[in-house]
């Protein structure tokens, strides 16, 4: 039979085949080594478009994520914040789903507390809310208290993940004014992220120094002066993209 060389297509095809319910079904089943496998393939089927996405909203997903975001197996819940980073980069309506599901509360404890690992997946969660979120979701993540966490990851050792953590930030201050009375600026300078952000100027990644930079300019009055200057780093310096987390976790 024809298949397609297209990643849609090969998910499209899994839809097709009739297996979601029952792959949502063993999510909660008592064995850690079906609950992996039935997670995965769902994580999977996410990253496809905001229809395929659609679809397995429809089948009752999010109960069961919103479980496994305390499974006692670490890679469960990677998993878990995984699959809900490839749904949070989907259209606010999709986002709006987690929020009546009360997936951020338990997925913004898990960016402040969890292991290293499990941070990473539930930042690319949280950040591509804030990327395709409407303003009134962005409000309810300051909200729910996700500045502080946010803030913490600028000192991490992972260079995509500050990008990450700097993304949503700025994401989250532009819903307020660039003067004073921006809440997101103010709960920034309360933890320590201007120190922080101040900080990232001598990163060696271009695009961590000069989104920094940006933000400290744009939200806190920072001058770009002989104290602020842009390190020298290699051809192979990494750019980022967001929108989406492609990377699978291992478990």
């Given at each position: 039979?024809?298949?397609?060389?297209?990643?849609?297509?090969?998910?499209?095809?899994?839809?097709?085949?009739?297996?979601?319910?029952?792959?949502?079904?063993?999510?909660?089943?008592?064995?850690?080594?079906?609950?992996?496998?039935?997670?995965?393939?769902?994580?999977?089927?996410?990253?496809?478009?905001?229809?395929?996405?659609?679809?397995?909203?429809?089948?009752?997903?999010?109960?069961?994520?919103?479980?496994?975001?305390?499974?006692?197996?670490?890679?469960?819940?990677?998993?878990?914040?995984?699959?809900?980073?490839?749904?949070?980069a989907g259209n606010s309506t999709q986002i709006q789903t987690i929020v009546e599901a009360d997936i951020f509360p338990p997925l913004i404890h898990l960016l402040g507390s969890a292991e290293f690992d499990i941070k990473k997946e539930a930042a690319w969660a949280i950040s591509n809310a804030t990327s395709g979120g409407s303003p009134d979701q962005?409000?309810?993540?300051?909200?729910?208290?996700?500045?502080?966490?946010?803030?913490?990851?600028?000192?991490?050792?992972d260079p995509k993940i500050i990008m990450v953590a700097l993304e949503g930030l700025e994401n989250l201050l532009r819903i307020g004014p660039k003067g004073p009375g921006n809440e997101v600026a103010t709960q920034i300078e309360e933890h320590g992220g201007v120190q922080k952000l101040e900080a990232l100027q001598r990163h060696q990644a271009t695009e961590i120094y000069e989104k920094s930079l940006k933000i400290l300019e744009t939200y806190f009055e920072a001058e770009d002066d002989d104290q602020n200057i842009a390190p020298n780093v290699n051809a192979n310096t990494q750019t980022y993209a967001f929108g989406h987390n492609p990377n699978v976790p291992n478990t």
């Open positions: 039979s024809y298949l397609s060389d297209g990643p849609n297509d090969r998910i499209q095809q899994v839809i097709d085949s009739g297996v979601c319910r029952r792959l949502v079904e063993l999510l909660m089943h008592g064995s850690f080594a079906v609950q992996t496998p039935a997670l995965r393939t769902i994580g999977n089927i996410v990253t496809g478009d905001d229809t395929q996405t659609q679809f397995v909203l429809n089948i009752a997903i999010l109960p069961c994520l919103h479980s496994l975001l305390s499974s006692p197996k670490k890679g469960i819940r990677k998993e878990a914040c995984w699959t809900i980073s490839n749904i949070t962005l409000r309810y993540l300051v909200a729910h208290s996700i500045v502080r966490p946010l803030c913490d990851l600028l000192e991490f050792p």
